[in-house]
Every structure is written in C-alpha cells, then in structure tokens.
C-alpha cells in the first residue's frame, strides 16, 4: 500500500540553492511547529549542521559517497516507511535510472532552476513519475523576488539563495504557507500517536515540547540545559526519547536511563532501542584516536552514507586508557547513544562533539574530570583534516 503522508522533492541541477532553500523550509516550519522532517536522500548525507556550522569546519568535514544500488534501496525503503510529512532532497546530480525507485515515492515536487536553465530534462522526470508540482521557481543570487502566480502551481523568481543566509521574501513566504497547509493536513493527531508507540513502561521524553518550555522564542536547545533537563527526568529508568534535538542531548537521555534501556523515535523506522555493542572489526565502520589534554578523542566515520539499523553492532572500540572520552563522528544518533552506553558502563566521562559548536557537550561526567554536565570542551574536529574521502 501506498504511503499516504507527503513526501515533497525539491529538485533542481547543483548550485541552484536548493539545499539552501530546503533547510530555510525546515526551518521556518519547525518554528511554525509543524511535525515534519527533511530527508537529504544524496550519498553525500550532509546534515543541519553543515548548514549551521562555521564554513572552514564544515568543508574539512564533507566525507562524499556516491550513490551505489544499497543506497538507493535503503532510501526507498526510508521513504515508504516514513512516518511524518517529509522534505527530500535527492541532491543535484542524480539521474532517474540510478534512483527510479527513489523518485517513484514522490507525492509533490517543487522545481527551483537558476535562469536559462534547461527545464526538459526536469519535466520529463515530472510526467516519468506523474509527480505534481507545488511550486516551479527560478532561482538567482541578485535581483528581486517577485510572486507572477499562486494556483494551481506557486511560480517565481526566489533570490538570495547563499549558504549562511536564511531565505526570505515574498516567494519564500508563500512556499512556506503552501507546505505548512500540506503537512498539518497530514499529519494530524501523529505526534500524540507516536508517543502512545513507545516502549512499554518506559518514561517518555516528549523534547518537543520542553524545547518550547525552555526556549519558545526559537525553539533551540543549550548545553546549558542539559542540569535542567537531568533534575526533571528520572534517572536510571527506562526512557524513550522523542523528538528533534542535537546529538548531545541524545547523547544525554542514553546514559540518563543507565543501566535501564533506553530508545528513541526514528522517523524512519519508528521506535528503537540503543542497540549492544561488541569490540571486532566492521569494514563499514572505522575508528581514530586521539587525545585533548585530560580526554581522549576518538572519532569515527561511517564508510557508507547510510548505516541500517541492528540490534547488536560489532564495532572498533578503542579502550579509554583515562577516565574521559569524546565522541565524534557523523553517526545515526541510535548508535551515537550506544556509544556513550558503551563507555558510561566503564565509568568514563562521555563528552559528544557537534560541529555547528566547534566543541564536545559533557553528557556526562565523573570525579576526575574538572568538567560538569552541560559543560563544553572547544575541541578541533579529530575528521577535519583528513580531507573529503580520504581514508581513516
């Protein structure tokens, strides 16, 4: 059966703005709360926070994929399983015969082209898989924005489209209404139905709504909040953590519930419990080590842009030769909390490091460390300076 929530595919060739233009929507509709989630469907896997983060880190961080048969399947399989309205962005280079199955899950499409660009090749995608169009607007660095139609289709010229900036005007404006009217349609009544999903007996953890208890004016959160958030939420129990956030406080509800559970919501496959870690070799997973004073660093980078989900991993796991280590890697957030599990059971001090900081958050700490919780530790990127694809 067919999934009924949208799936709404910007397209347009390289260095039209596109992803530009997608983060600007999921952006503006998280502060509209509108449940939804954007799906960058290239290999490249490049999430917010290289939208977010300082230009010289994130470029150092780029680690390109390209798109193999597994990779394409596990992002079909991704699509019809979604759970919320999504935004994808397939990237810019992809051809229909690499990501036929990709495109067959498309529901709605907004086209963004730079001027004079070719439109044939976009159009005959469009009518390949009879994908309807919610807007068709051409994109330009200069110039003004101007709104020529609204029905069926939003047509116009959108300007302004540069990484760092926030889009805005008119078009943008109208965009956002559009989706908003979409998504809220669709997804009525999911946010109150995940949550009666979860795990059974496990203390759910709505972050949704505390970020708009804590932060309401921009609904994003501070390391500073993690003593907060620990004194109002039980400790060793079982939680299950719902909700968009950044890895660290991820990183925080895993050794929170130790040594009960601990799961989270993945819009891709629903509810999931942190899966067991055991040491051994795992060509899809490789680990470097190095040291920042008092703590250990230990990156690792996934080999593949996208890593399916187990029960149990078998992983490189470097030993902790002190009572401190900080995480690093571009990772699904599910094995990120099994890595701080993994190191809290030895008693370590598990701090997380997240680009757009250019530092590691202390998730948690210990008697040997001179850090607290909600701490953070100005660190370089142990990724930085590999260099894109270059091997760990």
Same mark, same amino acid.
């Given at each position: 059966? =067919?999934?009924?929530?949208?799936?709404?595919?910007?397209?347009?060739?390289?260095?039209?703005?596109?992803?530009?233009?997608?983060?600007?929507?999921?952006?503006?509709?998280?502060?509209?709360?509108?449940?939804?989630? /954007?799906?960058? %469907?290239?290999?490249?896997?490049?999430?917010?926070?290289?939208? !977010?983060?300082? +230009?010289?880190?994130? =470029? #150092?961080?780029?680690?390109?994929?390209?798109?193999?048969?597994?990779?394409?399947?596990? *992002?079909?399989?991704?699509? =019809?399983?979604?759970?919320?309205?999504?935004?994808?962005?397939?990237?810019?280079?992809?051809?229909?015969?690499? /990501?036929?199955?990709?495109?067959?899950?498309?529901?709605?499409?907004?086209?963004? $082209?730079?001027?004079?660009?070719?439109?044939?090749?976009? !159009?005959?995608?469009?009518?390949?898989?009879?994908?309807?169009? +919610?807007?068709? +607007?051409?994109?330009?660095?200069?110039?003004?924005?101007?709104?020529?139609?609204?029905?069926?289709?939003?047509?116009?010229?959108?300007?302004?489209?540069?990484?760092?900036?926030?889009?805005?005007?008119? *078009?943008?404006?109208?965009?956002?209404?559009? +989706?908003?009217?979409?998504?809220?349609?669709?997804?009525?009544? $999911?946010?109150?139905?995940?949550?009666?999903?979860?795990?059974? !007996?496990?203390? &759910? *953890?709505?972050?949704? #709504?505390?970020?708009? #208890?804590?932060?309401?004016?921009?609904?994003?959160?501070?390391?500073?909040?993690?003593?907060?958030?620990?004194?109002?939420?039980?400790?060793?129990?079982?939680?299950?953590?719902?909700?968009?956030?950044?890895?660290? @406080?991820?990183?925080?509800?895993?050794?929170?519930?130790?040594?009960?559970?601990?799961?989270?919501?993945? *819009?891709?496959?629903?509810?999931?419990?942190?899966?067991?870690?055991?040491?051994?070799?795992?060509?899809?997973?490789? %680990?470097?080590?190095?040291?920042?004073?008092?703590?250990?660093? @230990?990156?690792?980078?996934?080999?593949?842009?996208?890593?399916?989900?187990?029960?149990?991993?078998?992983?490189?796991?470097?030993?902790?030769?002190?009572?401190?280590?900080?995480?690093?890697?571009?990772?699904?957030?599910?094995? $990120?909390?099994?890595?701080?599990?993994?190191?809290?059971?030895?008693?370590?001090?598990?701090?997380?490091?997240?680009?757009?900081?250019?530092?590691? &958050? @202390?998730?948690?700490?210990?008697?040997?460390?001179?850090?607290? $919780?909600?701490? #953070?530790?100005?660190?370089?990127?142990?990724?930085?300076?590999?260099?894109?694809?270059?091997?760990?």
């Amino acid at each position: 059966m =067919r999934n009924s929530l949208p799936a709404v595919f910007l397209l347009g060739p390289p260095h039209s703005g596109k992803s530009v233009l997608a983060f600007s929507l999921s952006q503006a509709l998280r502060q509209r709360k509108v449940l939804h989630y /954007l799906l960058r %469907a290239a290999p490249d896997g490049e999430g917010d926070w290289f939208a !977010e983060g300082p +230009l010289g880190v994130v =470029r #150092t961080l780029r680690f390109k994929h390209r798109y193999t048969p597994s990779f394409v399947e596990r *992002v079909a399989r991704h699509l =019809r399983g979604r759970m919320v309205p999504l935004l994808v962005d397939p990237g810019g280079r992809p051809t229909p015969k690499q /990501l036929e199955l990709i495109f067959a899950q498309a529901t709605h499409a907004i086209l963004l $082209l730079p001027q004079g660009a070719d439109r044939s090749p976009w !159009e005959e995608l469009l009518d390949t898989y009879a994908i309807p169009l +919610l807007a068709d +607007l051409t994109s330009a660095l200069e110039g003004k924005d101007e709104v020529r139609e609204t029905a069926p289709v939003l047509r116009g010229q959108i300007t302004g489209l540069v990484r760092g900036a926030q889009a805005r005007g008119p *078009v943008f404006e109208a965009l956002v209404e559009r +989706l908003e009217t979409l998504f809220r349609e669709a997804g009525e009544g $999911l946010h109150a139905w995940h949550l009666t999903q979860a795990p059974k !007996e496990h203390h &759910v *953890v709505d972050l949704d #709504t505390l970020v708009d #208890t804590f932060h309401p004016e921009d609904r994003r959160w501070r390391p500073r909040d993690l003593p907060i958030l620990a004194q109002e939420t039980p400790s060793g129990v079982p939680l299950a953590l719902y909700g968009r956030a950044p890895n660290w @406080v991820y990183g925080w509800g895993a050794q929170q519930a130790w040594p009960a559970a601990v799961a989270l919501f993945d *819009v891709r496959y629903g509810w999931l419990a942190a899966p067991s870690l055991r040491p051994g070799k795992n060509n899809l997973v490789t %680990a470097m080590e190095g040291h920042r004073g008092e703590w250990h660093h @230990v990156a690792f980078r996934l080999q593949e842009s996208l890593l399916a989900y187990r029960k149990s991993l078998t992983l490189p796991l470097p030993s902790i030769p002190g009572s401190a280590v900080i995480l690093e890697g571009k990772l699904p957030f599910w094995l $990120l909390m099994a890595l701080v599990r993994h190191y809290r059971a030895q008693g370590k001090a598990v701090s997380v490091y997240q680009p757009p900081l250019s530092a590691a &958050v @202390v998730v948690t700490s210990s008697s040997d460390t001179d850090l607290s $919780l909600g701490d #953070t530790l100005s660190v370089p990127s142990l990724l930085a300076n590999l260099g894109e694809n270059e091997p760990v």
